[in-house]
């Protein structure tokens, strides 16, 4: 999604509902827990040009000594509430950071933090290949309809390491298009940019890979980095082009410590 990251509070919220709402059978056999915090960088909105941090977190949990099922490390926070057949349906939440003056020009539309609250679906069709998509609606700032979906060629040794790689698409309605990327006729004559009604549609494309190293039982790291270029409508914006970029940077890196849990 137009992510970059959810607050750790709301996350470990979400996570911590998900493992106490276990049936007491699966409660019987002690638990690996595995928590990941560090920074992350990333563009604070859609065709931004400069970077900002927020946390990089994360939190795993694993039946005895079952390894740790792989997600995505750019996915947005999300709660598998409904599981079957390697697939997972539930919520999900993100939040878009706010565009003023500052980025752009006085007199072009100043957009606010968004919350993005919509569902997910995630999909382990082999033990290779591991896939997601997103959908949410914007509360305050853009208030439109945004989305992301990706695909994971996964490789790995148990929890001993882990590297994915693969493709990335971002979705943005036309709402969502003419808030970062458009120029109305107004807009235009108090900037004196292109007038330009952008839109909806896919507004990027791009690859992500991971990397998860344990250092010993307890201790481990996890890194990731993703690239987006901006396509289509997005990419001939003439806000991008003033006050933008087309390339869109990102990357996380993490500390994990493991422990036992058994309720």
Not at 37 to 63: I, V
Not at 161 to 168: D, H, K, N, Q
Request: aromatic share 10%; with cysteine.
């Amino acid at each position: 999604m137009t992510d970059f990251k959810t607050p750790t509070i709301v996350f470990a919220v979400a996570i911590s509902a998900c493992v106490l709402s276990q049936p007491a059978a699966a409660q019987d056999e002690p638990t690996r827990v595995r928590i990941s915090l560090g920074p992350e960088l990333a563009p604070p909105y859609p065709g931004a040009s400069k970077h900002s941090f927020s946390p990089f977190f994360d939190l795993d949990t694993a039946k005895g000594d079952e390894p740790f099922a792989h997600e995505a490390a750019d996915e947005s926070t999300g709660l598998p509430l409904v599981n079957f057949g390697g697939i997972s349906v539930g919520p999900m939440i993100a939040i878009t950071g706010a565009r003023d003056a500052d980025d752009t020009a006085p007199g072009l539309r100043e957009i606010g933090t968004t919350v993005e609250l919509g569902g997910s679906v995630t999909a382990t069709i082999t033990p290779q290949l591991y896939a997601f998509a997103e959908l949410g609606r914007g509360i305050g700032g853009h208030e439109a309809w945004t989305g992301q979906a990706g695909i994971d060629y996964v490789m790995r040794s148990g929890d001993d390491w882990l590297v994915s790689f693969g493709p990335r698409m971002t979705y943005g309605d036309g709402k969502h298009a003419r808030a970062y990327f458009g120029v109305t006729p107004g807009e235009s004559a108090l900037t004196g940019l292109e007038a330009y009604d952008p839109g909806g549609g896919i507004e990027t494309v791009g690859v992500a890979t991971s990397t998860t190293v344990a250092l010993n039982e307890r201790w481990g790291m996890t890194a990731y980095a993703r690239y987006d270029r901006l396509i289509g409508d997005a990419r001939h914006s003439p806000v991008v082009a003033a006050f933008g970029e087309r390339d869109q940077f990102s990357g996380g890196l993490s500390l994990n410590y493991t422990f036992w849990w058994k309720r």
